[in-house]
Each structure stands twice: as C-alpha cells, then as structure tokens.
C-alpha cells in the first residue's frame, strides 16, 4: 500500500493562474478531504467528500472545489490563486466518515502564490 | 460546535525528562479525540486516540494521553523524552455533524528535546 499520495510536493504559481493538486489513496477508504496548514493556526478543512460523488464544504472552502469522480482520488482546483492561499496542503483519508475514524495523511503539497 | 486549545506553542525538555503537552477541548457533543504527531517536511501520523473505551490511551512511541471530562483535557504525556520526539504536536476533536465526522485541530506545540 502506498498510502495517500499527494502531487507535486512544491509548487510556485503566479496571482491568477489556477492548478489542481492531486491526491490518491489505495486503501479504499471511503471518506477524503483536503486540509490546509498555516503557521500558527494548525490545519483547516477546506473540503470533504463522503464517497464518490458526494462532496461538502469544509471551514475554508472559498477559492477552491473539488469533486471525486472515483473512491481513489480526489483532486483539489484552485480557480484563481491568491496570494492568500500560500500554504501547506494535506490530504488525508479514512476509511468511514464516522467520528472515531483515524485519519491518514499524505506528504503534503507546499504552494507558493506570488 | 467544536473547538480545541493547546496551552503552549513552544514546550523544551531536557532528554530522559517528562513531556507534557497540554490540550483542552469543548464540545457539544461526546467527543473523540487524537493527538497526531508531524516531523519536519512530513505529513501527520496518529500518535493515539480516545474513543470512549478507556479514559488512560496508550500510543506509539512510549506516549499516553488522560481523558478528563470534568476537565475537559486530553493532554499527552512522555515519561523519558527522546531527542527523536523532536516535532510538532496536535490535538484533534472529532465530532458527527451531518452526515459526516469533522477533525478540528489545535494550534499545535513544538516540542524540542535538549541534550
């Protein structure tokens, strides 16, 4: 098992350019969401997604969507990139949506907006 | 709603000392709890959690956390530091709402370990 994958592990974007961070996990884990980490202010959840087809906004969903087409990945768009969104990403996934769930993070992507 | 606060953004121990990293939490309803462990340059790797089951949980890597409901702690304790627990800490409070559980985090600690 590979795990959650993330892709790419860095990333430099321009204001305005959009991008899709990637996320991938093989453990058939039917619940997935994306995080992001500031210093100082830990990890917010941007979006979530309940299985295939079904996702839900997270805290800070603005600037961002996603969409899960299969129970293995579940990509992350950032439509206009911001300066703002300079950040860590994580994805994490566990295998029910159930509170006492562990979850499992990826590496992380870290992106610079300038 | 939920919330979790860890006292200390900074936590340093000599090696062989107790750790001690603090995390207190509200929540409106019976909680879950997690502390997750992050090295530098990694993602964040469950160190133990607290399901209701027993309120003293033990963990990976000699660590053990108390739940205290007339507190409401969930801090997370080392006998003997090691200069390998050099990273950064967070508690987690999960919660059902919906249709799915939502994991908020603390702030984090950062725990350095000095010879």
């Known amino acids: 098992n590979a795990g959650v994958t993330q892709t790419p592990k860095f990333q430099v974007l321009k204001t305005g350019q959009s991008m899709t961070l990637q996320c991938a996990q093989d453990m058939n884990h039917e619940y997935m969401s994306w995080y992001r980490q500031d210093p100082g202010m830990g990890l917010r959840l941007i979006h979530y997604s309940v299985g295939a087809g079904i996702t839900d906004q997270g805290e800070v969903p603005n600037g961002y969507n996603v969409s899960r087409s299969t129970t293995e990945d579940f990509p992350l768009r950032l439509l206009s990139a911001a300066p703002s969104q300079t950040s860590v990403y994580f994805c994490?996934?566990?295998?029910?949506?159930?509170?006492?769930?562990?979850?499992?993070f990826g590496p992380g992507t870290r992106l610079l907006v300038l | 709603a939920q919330s979790v606060t860890q006292l200390g953004s900074h936590v340093s121990v000599s090696e062989g000392a107790l750790v001690l990293l603090r995390c207190n939490y509200s929540s409106s309803v019976p909680p879950y709890l997690f502390w997750y462990v992050q090295y530098p340059n990694q993602g964040l790797q469950l160190l133990l959690k607290y399901t209701s089951a027993a309120t003293l949980v033990k963990g990976i890597n000699g660590f053990e956390a108390e739940f205290k409901k007339s507190e409401t702690s969930f801090h997370l304790t080392k006998p003997s530091a090691h200069m390998s627990d050099a990273a950064e800490y967070f508690c987690?409070?999960?919660?059902?709402?919906?249709?799915?559980?939502?994991?908020?985090f603390g702030t984090g600690t950062r725990l350095q370990v000095t010879l």
């Open positions: 987690a409070v999960s919660a059902l709402t919906g249709t799915a559980s939502k994991l908020t």
């Open positions: 994490a996934s566990s295998y029910l949506a159930g509170a006492r769930e562990t979850q499992y």
